[in-house]
Antibody
Framework: QVQLQESGPGLVKPSETLSLTCTVS????????WSWIRQPPGKGLEWIGY???????NYNPSLKRRVTISLDTSNNQFSLRLTSVTATDTAVYYC??????????????WGQGTLVTVSS | DIVLTQSPDSLAVSLGERATITCKSS????????????LAWYQQKPGQPPKLLIS???TRESGVPDRFSGSGSGTDFTLTISSPQAEDVAVYYC?????????FGQGTKLEIK
């Protein structure tokens, strides 16, 4: 049974960098695709990007300039960095295992999510 | 980006009354090579992450009750809950994975009268 758990600061100041980690159990991150998705309070879902087991990345063009996703195979974790944050980046951030087929993918397993608030 | 538009935004049904949610794509998401529609449906209960219900427009995930079914092709898709139960109160989202970036519909809130 695949489980994912997000961790990181719940409060980030404007213009600073948001950093989150997702710890995976029940699957090796050396396989599959690993994604981040966010949801502003009371709103819908936005895909941020993924990193594959082989190191391939794909980011949402709306965030591409500010996003980095990386893998830490030794700890079976993957991470999200989002630079130059503003209040519009306030959201619940989810990590997920993405099933990629030919095109893009759908999201089979999700973490519980972590609320990140951008405020001074 | 492919835009997915769900309707209605909210829906209130009586216990056992069929619930139907539609999802319309701004572009065709049927791949002619394998005749598959690149569409998924999720259920999100309050305070929880989304849960995958259906992939490939109509393939139910293991453990999902058979009262949930997906249909449609090309640009028009439907999620049907044949006899909604109290535990089905949630927001439902469609998602396309035909093209990058993957995108979601705005969500449909299901309530039980």
């Amino acid at each position: 049974q695949v489980q994912l758990q997000e961790s990181g600061p719940g409060l980030v100041k404007p213009s600073e960098t948001l950093s989150l980690t997702c710890t995976v159990s029940g699957a090796s991150i050396s396989s599959f695709y690993w994604s981040w998705i966010r949801q502003p309070p009371g709103k819908g879902l936005e895909w941020i990007g993924y990193m594959s087991h082989s190191g391939t990345t794909n980011y949402n063009p709306s965030l591409k300039r500010r996003v980095t996703i990386s893998l830490d195979t030794s700890n079976n974790q993957f991470s999200l960095r989002l630079t130059s944050v503003t209040a519009t980046d306030t959201a619940v951030y989810y990590c997920a295992k993405e099933e990629v087929n030919e095109g893009e993918g759908y999201f089979i397993n999700w973490g519980q999510g972590t609320l990140v608030t951008v405020s001074s | 980006d492919i835009v997915l538009t769900q309707s209605p935004d909210s829906l209130a049904v009586s216990l056992g009354e069929r619930a139907t949610i539609t999802c319309k794509s701004s572009q065709n998401i049927l791949w002619s090579v394998n005749n598959k529609n690149f569409l998924a449906w999720y259920q999100q209960k309050p305070g929880q992450p989304p849960k995958l219900l259906i992939s490939w427009a109509s393939t139910r995930e293991s453990g999902v009750p058979d009262r949930f079914s997906g249909s449609g092709s090309g640009t028009d898709f439907t999620l049907t809950i044949s006899s909604p139960q109290a535990e089905d109160v949630a927001v439902y989202y469609c998602q396309q994975y035909y093209d990058s970036p993957p995108t979601f519909g705005q969500g449909t809130k299901l309530e039980i009268k």
